[in-house]
């Protein structure tokens, strides 16, 4: 699911997200038989000028030219997940245009919409699921205009949410159910997904600050995490995860506190970035969990030599 799609390919993808704090980006090469390749990965505070100075960087790298996939702000759409209308495929996302206007803050006319259904197997009643992203068309343009100020090859706007479902199925056994938890300052995101599909994406709340020494709430965590599990289980009728994995900034082995573990029946680890990617040596540890979202959209697409 994609608010923009270009058919450039090249053997080289850039994934970027501008944020109030600065701008991610991460230059990726896929080669047929090898772990995708992450060459770079850096996060450009907004101390410099992040459009100019990604600019720079990137003419550095020669990566101008690779075909960029852009990461919406997480404040610029709102992700719904209702009933899918009975139509083709192709009609899908104007059809949910209508049933998503009274649950959007502006008028809906001026909504980019895009939708996708969730797998056959996930159904509410007997009726098919989807999920409508929706964005005003004026974020959007934004998100054009930065990238081209940017020198982007731009080839697509997506979601965190499958940015971070992409980095998923890189990295994780999803021939049975996994939750992928990104957690930030106040909140985070919980993705559960099976045999390579996203089936639920939940946005929460949370009394975190992600600083260094900042301890993970758990009982908190595990209450929210929990209300997401049972409404997988019960209403999607889905067999609920054996392994649930962390990331996010400054979210270490050390937080996974016996508390956490034992709070939840499935596992809780470290999300296991260097099984599903070959990391350039040079690249700062540290660096990698503020690019999380940029590594995923480069990872959504890519040529294959």
């Not at 450039?8 to 772990?35: C, D, N």
């Not at 029946?265 to 940029?294: F, K, N, W």
Request: with cysteine; aromatic share 6%; glycine share 8%.
């Amino acid at each position: 699911m994609k608010f923009i799609r270009t058919k450039s390919r090249k053997y080289e993808t850039l994934g970027v997200e501008f944020t109030p704090q600065g701008v991610a980006f991460a230059l990726l090469e896929r080669i047929a038989g090898q772990l995708p390749r992450l060459i770079t990965a850096e996060f450009i505070p907004d101390t410099e000028t992040p459009v100019v100075a990604l600019r720079e960087r990137l003419a550095k790298l020669d990566g101008r030219s690779a075909p960029c996939n852009l990461v919406m702000p997480a404040a610029g759409y709102q992700l719904l997940l209702g009933d899918a209308p009975d139509v083709p495929i192709n009609e899908l996302s104007e059809a949910l245009r209508w049933r998503v206007k009274d649950l959007v803050s502006f008028p809906v006319v001026d909504a980019i919409v895009q939708a996708f259904l969730l797998p056959e197997s996930c159904t509410r009643g007997g009726t098919r699921l989807a999920y409508a992203a929706v964005a005003k068309r004026s974020v959007v343009s934004e998100q054009v205009a930065l990238a081209h100020e940017g020198g982007l090859a731009l080839q697509a706007i997506d979601i965190p949410e499958l940015a971070l479902s992409q980095l998923a199925l890189a990295c994780l056994d999803t021939s049975r159910a996994v939750g992928l938890v990104h957690l930030i300052p106040g909140g985070g995101t919980l993705l559960l997904i099976r045999e390579g599909e996203l089936y639920l994406a939940r946005n929460f709340t949370l009394d975190f600050n992600g600083g260094l020494l900042d301890d993970l709430p758990a009982d908190a965590l595990v209450l929210e995490l929990q209300r997401s599990l049972d409404y997988f289980e019960r209403q999607m009728r889905q067999v609920p995860p054996a392994n649930i994995y962390l990331c996010g900034e400054n979210i270490t082995d050390d937080k996974i506190t016996p508390s956490l573990k034992g709070g939840l029946a499935a596992r809780v680890e470290l999300l296991p970035l260097s099984q599903g990617l070959s990391i350039a040596d040079d690249i700062e540890p540290h660096t990698l969990p503020l690019c999380l979202h940029a590594i995923g959209a480069a990872l959504a697409e890519g040529g294959v030599r």
